[in-house]
């Protein structure tokens, strides 16, 4: 790397504030913000997570989050239930019309993601798929899902 290239976490940042950009103005289609469909996915792949956990998943603020969680309630998109030990915890399940949502919500993801993805090879794609996986997963091992 010269010395006027820019560090590989700038880069990263860079190419992240771009995607989610990108994101924000395709989910807007769908009358979703990149913070609402982070609630969904969350909501859909960990029934009865917290709204705090999907922010930390998410790397928003738990105020973000939760204002994004309010707009999802009051669409009749998720539910808040009460947690099953801790009364102070309310527990976040979507609904069957959150899902159908989601699903569409993936699949505008996708399409923004194999776009911006397309300059690279297939093998290209896969390797910096892994890098950033280990990486994210090395700075904060809990942000990530399994199946990310």
């Known amino acids: 790397m010269n010395e006027q290239s ?3 976490g700038y880069l990263a940042w ?3 504030q771009a995607m989610s950009t990108r994101l924000e103005r395709d989910l807007r289609t769908l009358d979703l913000t990149l913070a609402q469909h982070h609630a969904l996915r969350h909501a859909l792949l960990e029934p009865g997570a917290s709204s705090a956990e999907a922010a930390r998943r998410a790397g928003i603020t738990a105020q973000s989050m939760g204002a994004a969680v309010n707009g999802l309630v009051e669409r009749g998109l ?3 239930r009460p947690h099953p030990t801790n009364r102070r ?3 976040l399940h979507i609904t069957d019309e959150g899902r159908r949502l989601s699903e569409r919500a993936l699949a505008v ?4 993601n194999d776009e911006a993805l397309s300059i690279l090879s297939p093998e290209e794609r896969v390797t910096a798929h892994d890098l950033l996986r280990r990486l994210a997963e090395h700075l904060n091992p809990d942000a990530l899902p399994p199946s990310v």
């Not at 993801?109 to 923004?112: D, F, I, M, R, S």
């Open 14 to 16: 860079r190419f992240t």
């Open 78 to 80: 998720l539910e808040r």
């Open 89 to 91: 915890v309310l527990c």
């Open 6 to 8: 820019p560090y590989t």
């Open 109 to 112: 993801v996708g399409k923004a």
